[in-house]
């Protein structure tokens, strides 16, 4: 019996704290948020990604990612949340649905064309969705790939040339040179484009030997 208990007692020290997350926002972008320094991913919504590009009705190109998460943060940076969680992602991030105010922020962004019904997780956003697409509100005004398309379409073009160097060495507008190793914020985002002198790096050795620094995040 008490080697039955103290089994009991370690799995559950060994499972992850899924408890309920209060505090001030911090909008990382359209669906990511910090809440009281908890990182969240929002569930059952997906925001289009930072640098993701959409068309006017007009057939005009615009970056509807960045878009997305400055509405996001005027809406909601400094407030107050309280969320419940309800998983974890491969990013270590805490999966929840979170409310401002009693309003569910998930509804809010999706039903205000800032961000679509992520189907593959949940179908309660999917009647926001459509109300904002009768409105043509935000991502709606015009076309756009949805947000996870995007990114297995950014995948496809970005895929390392060997499978045994995975570290993105980035060249940002102001000339940094940055590399993202797998897992960190920005890797899924970053494509390289070697004739603006971008390149993969098999080891964070030979990245910082050729002149990078890592991404903070």
Not at 184 to 212: K, L, M, N
């Amino acid at each position: 019996m008490l080697r039955i208990c103290s089994t009991l007692v370690l799995v559950l020290l060994a499972a992850p704290a899924l408890a309920g997350v209060e505090g001030v926002v911090r909008v990382i972008d359209g669906d990511t948020l910090d809440v009281g320094g908890v990182r969240v991913r929002l569930h059952g919504i997906d925001a289009p990604e930072i640098g993701q590009t959409c068309q006017t009705s007009q057939g005009q190109d615009w970056d509807c990612g960045t878009w997305a998460s400055r509405a996001a943060r005027a809406r909601y940076q400094g407030v107050r949340a309280s969320c419940d969680a309800m998983d974890r992602d491969h990013y270590d991030r805490v999966v929840a649905t979170c409310r401002v105010g009693g309003r569910d922020m998930g509804r809010d962004l999706v039903r205000n064309g800032m961000a679509v019904a992520f189907r593959r997780y949940s179908h309660a956003y999917v009647a926001d969705e459509r109300a904002a697409k009768r409105a043509h509100l935000g991502l709606h005004s015009g076309a756009f790939q949805r947000p996870a398309e995007h990114r297995r379409t950014k995948v496809a073009q970005s895929a390392a040339p060997d499978a045994g160097c995975v570290i993105k060495g980035n060249i940002s507008k102001s000339g940094a040179r940055i590399f993202h190793l797998p897992g960190q914020q920005f890797y899924d985002a970053t494509t390289i484009r070697s004739d603006h002198g971008e390149r993969w790096f098999c080891s964070v050795a030979e990245a910082r030997a050729a002149g990078w620094r890592a991404a903070r995040r």
